[in-house]
């Protein structure tokens, strides 16, 4: 029988024991589970960049594969603690968006909510769900625990903004979803955006009050140095690149900044 996998996104960093802490957690109760670390330098409470760098890694691990996403800055609160189950994952974290987007793209199947304190650690601390919630559900979900014992199943989950494109007429509007180490500017648009606007060799977006017309390559080695450009990177969004060089700065844009895909 494979061992069970369970994959760790977070914007805990690696200074504190956090990780650590959670990590032993989950082997204390599923011993043979191989947990894989994505990422824990997402930005601090930046819950776009974290459901984007999920959502990017998820598709690659097997089938049946156990993703939990900490970031989660309502923690404590009355924000819900939740499992999606999708056709080929689980996903497991807060119910405030950092899962809507990797579980959208896999297709949702069942969601239920965290609620059974038998499946959670004794003690629950208010500050720290990702160790206390999180760590064990996901490891007794890597047990086989039936998903019913977790809560009663509910039908929807927070769905922000940046999980869905507006299409208003002829322009599409969508935001920034992450800037990479390169500059490149990841937008929420993909091939189905562009096709609806009828971009084939150029897009024209508007971006912080300036219409830019950029060409669409299919490599970043490709475009004119110095220039910005458009293509469709390797996670299937529309990037805003330059060649050996940073369209982040250039365009000065942030993760969020909202930008529109103009009729071309």
Excluded: W
């Excluded at 900490?70 to 609160?77: L, M, Q």
């Excluded at 497991?92 to 809507?100: F, H």
């Amino acid at each position: 029988m494979r061992k069970p996998i369970i994959t760790l996104t977070t914007d805990f960093g690696l200074r504190d024991p956090y990780v650590a802490e959670m990590k032993a957690v989950m082997l204390s109760i599923s011993l043979d589970t191989t947990i894989i670390d994505v990422s824990h330098e997402v930005e601090k409470f930046n819950v776009r960049m974290g459901a984007y760098i999920l959502t990017c890694a998820a598709p690659y691990f097997p089938k049946g594969t156990i993703h939990v996403a900490v970031v989660d800055p309502g923690v404590g609160t009355e924000r819900r603690a939740i499992i999606i189950k999708t056709k080929r994952f689980f996903f497991v974290g807060p119910d405030n968006g950092v899962l809507a987007l990797a579980a959208e793209k896999h297709g949702i199947k069942q969601v239920y909510p965290i609620t059974n304190r038998k499946l959670m650690l004794s003690r629950v601390s208010g500050t720290f769900h990702g160790r206390d919630v999180f760590a064990p559900v996901a490891a007794h979900l890597a047990n086989g625990t039936a998903l019913e014992e977790f809560g009663p199943r509910i039908s929807r989950i927070v769905m922000p903004s940046f999980a869905k494109n507006v299409k208003k007429g002829k322009v599409v509007a969508g935001e920034v979803l992450y800037v990479d180490d390169f500059g490149n500017v990841v937008t929420s648009f993909g091939e189905k955006e562009l096709e609806s606007v009828g971009a084939k060799e150029a897009v024209c977006v508007r971006f912080r009050g300036n219409d830019l017309m950029l060409d669409i390559r299919e490599a970043y080695a490709g475009a004119q140095a110095q220039k910005p450009f458009a293509l469709i990177g390797s996670h299937g969004f529309l990037e805003i690149a330059m060649n050996q060089a940073s369209a982040a700065k250039r365009l000065k844009a942030k993760i969020g900044d909202p930008i529109l895909l103009h009729l071309v």
